[in-house]
């Protein structure tokens, strides 16, 4: 057990740390710190609501977002230890209504985030015409059984799906006979004491004790954040306190289980590899990493207008769990911070430091590759005052990681995605025509698109028209407007433009969305032109949870 004086200055700094979050007008956090068995923190920092002015508590409970996806993995895992299901299987098997290509995954491959599942929630975007609306119970599994295509082929890649999860939690209902939260209550929360746990499937249902999520407003105010669907299931529909959660993660990562078998725990944390043969610390819904030196398992959640980190270093007996019921929190850099300063004193590794942007001149520049119309951007950015610059990497026009040295060239953390290296660095000082990146482990070539793209008039007049989606039949319309390209979703009222910035002649991002009522999070894309006889006869839209989206030219 940690001496009273080392818990009281830890606590001491701890405070330090989360000061900034302890406000009386503005939503806030919950933090949780045990060590060694004894819980050294729980504070609630910030309201709960604004709105009622009700300050948050250790007791106050909150979304847990995509941390709910290893719990979603474990129930499917405790059927497989019945032999109920076989993860090996396709997901078609126990839900046959998907005759569609979204039945080919396997559990496994769902699990990983490795089965190409276009997200419904692009599709529900479309058909709302640039607005989310609010999906009805049903809608995500009607949605998935009309694609024609997939992301990629299942096990080829990885894409973090939500989908998967929508579709793994239907998996346990069917197979069980229960409802999820049925099923999860009496396998999990219960023999766990776990007591405040629940599933919330809509942020328009009530319960008692539950922080009010809020999202921030360029100006200062905040809105209050719903998940646009009824459905927020096994992909991050749950709600928890710190106490329960620290229960949780210390059995986790504890020796004595009373729920799952050790084999069952075993494959929770066993790391993938993928077909190129390259390993990945992502489990079943549960990431093992290294933190200066150290082993770490965790995985973090976020919905609209919540955080949330659960991590554990088990080597030091160290559980930390942090609920944010605000956007604009970084639980799962909090969370490392607190590591920082509980384990100060026992040694270790300095940290990781990010890829010098000046080192590196040769990669820089807006890359492109034809084989799989991905879009690649590496840019300085100052991401700290007066420290050098880094690489951040774009991934279809959206930031996504800052690079780091690995080896002999350069590569993003491992994360829920798929894996970007660059794996051998061009020479001299000048970025090369065309860059070798390893994508998950296999090699696609990128070239370099021109530092000075065509002007948005010059594409207007081949660009400009209307295009389908075949598959739900939805139009949108590129226009020209004073002086900038955008994609216009065509609502029947408000406002729903996306900017586009051209790249290339053939290649543009999908950036700044103008909309009435305003976006509820940052949406960006990447877009190919295809031409044949040098017209333009189709589009292509590609996000990282929806990929080669095809529409046709109709007008």
């Given at each position: 057990m940690t001496s009273p004086a080392v818990v009281l200055s830890t606590i001491q700094k701890l405070d330090e740390l989360f000061k900034p979050w302890s406000r009386s007008d503005a939503p806030g956090l919950v933090v949780g710190v045990s060590h060694r068995g004894q819980a050294i923190y729980r504070r609630g920092f910030g309201l709960a609501s604004i709105e009622h002015a009700?300050?948050?508590?250790?007791?106050?409970?909150?979304?847990?977002?995509?941390?709910?996806?290893?719990?979603?993995?474990?129930?499917?895992?405790?059927?497989?230890?019945?032999?109920k299901l076989d993860i090996h299987q396709p997901v078609r098997t126990y839900l046959p209504e998907l005759a569609n290509v979204s039945g080919e995954p396997t559990l496994l491959q769902l699990m990983h985030h490795t089965g190409g599942l276009r997200d419904p929630m692009f599709a529900a975007f479309l058909l709302n015409r640039g607005n989310y609306g609010h999906m009805p119970a049903g809608g995500g599994l009607q949605l998935l059984a009309r694609f024609t295509d997939l992301n990629?082929?299942?096990?080829?890649?990885?894409?973090?799906?939500?989908?998967?999860?929508?579709?793994?939690?239907?998996?346990?209902?069917?197979?069980?006979?229960l409802t999820w939260e049925e099923f999860m209550t009496r396998r999990v929360f219960a023999p766990m004491g776990m007591n405040e746990t629940a599933l919330l499937r809509s942020d328009m249902d009530i319960v008692p004790n539950m922080a009010t999520l809020h999202m921030p407003l360029p100006d200062g105010r905040w809105r209050r954040g719903i998940y646009p669907t009824d459905e927020v299931l096994?992909?991050?529909?749950?709600?928890?306190?710190?106490?329960?959660?620290?229960?949780?993660?210390?059995?986790?990562?504890?020796?004595?289980?009373?729920?799952?078998?050790?084999?069952?725990?075993?494959?929770?944390?066993?790391?993938?590899?993928?077909?190129?043969?390259?390993?990945?610390?992502?489990?079943?819904?549960?990431?093992?990493?290294?933190?200066?030196?150290?082993?770490?398992?965790?995985?973090?959640?976020?919905?609209?207008?919540?955080?949330?980190?659960?991590?554990?270093?088990?080597?030091?007996?160290?559980?930390?769990?942090?609920?944010?019921?605000?956007?604009?929190?970084?639980?799962?850099?909090?969370?490392?911070?607190?590591?920082?300063?509980?384990?100060?004193?026992?040694?270790?590794?300095?940290?990781?430091?990010?890829a010098p942007a000046a080192e590196f001149p040769s990669v820089r520049g807006r890359w492109y590759s034809r084989q799989s119309r991905t879009l690649?951007?590496?840019?300085?950015?100052?991401?700290?005052?007066?420290?050098?610059?880094?690489?951040?990497?774009?991934?279809?026009?959206?930031?996504?990681?800052?690079?780091?040295?690995?080896?002999?060239?350069?590569?993003?953390?491992?994360?829920p995605m798929s894996m970007i290296e660059i794996r051998t660095l061009p020479e001299g000082s000048t970025?090369?025509?065309?860059?070798?990146?390893?994508?998950?482990?296999?090699?696609?070539?990128f070239e370099r698109l021109p530092d000075t793209p065509p002007t948005a008039e010059e594409l207007a007049p081949a660009?400009?028209?209307?295009?389908?989606?075949?598959?739900?039949?939805?139009?949108?319309?590129?226009?020209?407007?004073?002086?900038?390209?955008?994609?216009?979703?065509?609502?029947?009222?408000?406002?729903?433009?996306?900017?586009?910035?051209?790249?290339?002649?053939?290649?543009?991002?999908?950036?700044?969305?103008h909309s009435i009522p305003a976006p509820s999070l940052p949406t960006f894309a990447s877009l190919s032109i295809e031409r044949k006889d040098g017209k333009v006869t189709g589009l292509w839209i590609g996000m990282d949870r929806v990929r080669n989206l095809r529409f046709d030219r109709v007008g």
């Open positions: 009700r300050a948050n508590t250790p007791a106050t409970r909150m979304r847990i977002g995509s941390t709910t996806k290893h719990f979603c993995s474990f129930g499917i895992m405790l059927l497989a230890e019945e032999g990629f082929a299942p096990g080829e890649r990885m894409a973090y799906s939500n989908a998967g999860y929508l579709l793994l939690t239907f998996v346990t209902e069917r197979v069980s006979g096994g992909s991050g529909g749950m709600i928890s306190t710190i106490d329960d959660m620290l229960a949780w993660v210390a059995h986790l990562r504890g020796s004595r289980k009373k729920v799952g078998s050790e084999a069952t725990w075993a494959r929770m944390l066993e790391r993938q590899t993928y077909r190129s043969g390259m390993q990945a610390g992502y489990g079943l819904g549960i990431a093992r990493d290294s933190h200066r030196g150290i082993e770490t398992i965790h995985h973090a959640g976020a919905t609209f207008g919540s955080q949330c980190q659960m991590l554990t270093v088990p080597q030091h007996e160290l559980d930390i769990v942090i609920m944010a019921n605000r956007m604009d929190a970084s639980a799962p850099a909090l969370a490392l911070k607190v590591v920082d300063t509980v384990l100060e004193d026992q040694g270790l590794a300095p940290p990781v430091m990010p690649l951007s590496i840019a300085p950015r100052q991401v700290q005052p007066e420290a050098p610059e880094v690489l951040l990497l774009s991934m279809y026009h959206a930031p996504t990681a800052i690079l780091q040295k690995a080896g002999d060239g350069l590569a993003m953390p491992d994360g970025p090369p025509a065309l860059l070798d990146v390893h994508i998950t482990g296999e090699l696609e070539r660009l400009a028209g209307r295009y389908r989606y075949a598959g739900f039949g939805a139009e949108l319309e590129i226009v020209l407007r004073e002086g900038k390209l955008f994609i216009d979703f065509l609502p029947e009222v408000g406002m729903a433009r996306w900017e586009l910035e051209p790249l290339s002649a053939d290649v543009l991002g999908c950036g700044t969305f």
